[in-house]
């Protein structure tokens, strides 16, 4: 089955700066990569995804990238804000009627 | 749309209990998944269905059962609650042709 690794675990940046979350998967057939933000006591929600036939998608400050050679995938977050702290998951699907696999989470902290 | 929900938000159970957690959702989604979040083991799957009927094991099956009797509705039953069931407890949904998961509030379930 597919094997999602996410790093680092932990981020910590100050406000203003850029952060980036990177994650690889294993399962070359995998072609949607969705990322989920989840706010502390809250449910995880969709805030980007990126197909495979699309190497980066931007949306105002995120952007994902994805490099299928080497079975990578990126989140990038500009100009960072403290209510962009939160945990963020990764996950990696064939799409149709796969199930998505998560990556075990990034805690980005922003610090004012 | 009333979307995910899930009941009860939070339970206490002592080791040996069982119960139901309840999912429904109004959106009419064919696909329906049981998660289960521990600190630093991202969600993992434990049960998911593509349609009425129909139901399959996901990563972390042992000691959940599950039904899918109606497109809305989709309960996880604990047969005997252990405290290694301590967690916090997801059901998501998706319709066909969109990737992306919608996730309920979550089931903070303490077993003591």
């Known amino acids: 089955g597919e094997n999602v690794e996410q790093h680092p675990s932990t981020l910590s940046v100050q406000e203003g700066d850029s952060a980036v979350i990177k994650c690889t998967y294993s399962d070359s057939a995998s072609n949607y990569f969705p990322w989920y933000k989840q706010e502390l006591g809250k449910r995880p929600q969709l805030i980007i995804d990126i197909r495979s036939n699309v190497g980066e998608k931007k949306d105002q400050r995120i952007a994902v990238t994805l490099n299928k050679t080497a079975k990578h995938f990126s989140l990038h977050i500009t100009e960072t804000q403290p209510e962009d702290s939160a945990v963020y998951f990764c996950?990696?699907?064939?799409?149709?009627?796969?199930?998505?696999?998560f990556g075990r989470g990034t805690s980005l902290i922003v610090h004012p | 749309n009333a979307g995910v929900t899930q009941t009860p938000k939070f339970q206490v159970l002592k080791t040996g209990q069982s119960m139901t957690l309840q999912c429904a959702q109004d959106m009419n989604h064919e696909y329906m998944s049981w998660y289960r979040q521990d600190p630093g083991m991202g969600l993992r799957l434990i049960h998911y269905s593509v349609g009425a009927g129909i139901t399959d094991q996901g990563e972390v099956p042992n000691g959940y059962n599950v039904s899918r009797s109606t497109t809305e509705d989709f309960p996880l039953r604990l047969l005997s609650a252990a405290p290694s069931q301590t967690s916090v407890y997801f059901c998501a949904s998706r319709v066909t042709g969109v990737d992306g998961y919608t996730f309920g509030s979550g089931t903070r379930l303490t077993v003591v």
């Open positions: 996950a990696a699907s064939r799409g149709g009627s796969y199930i998505p696999t």
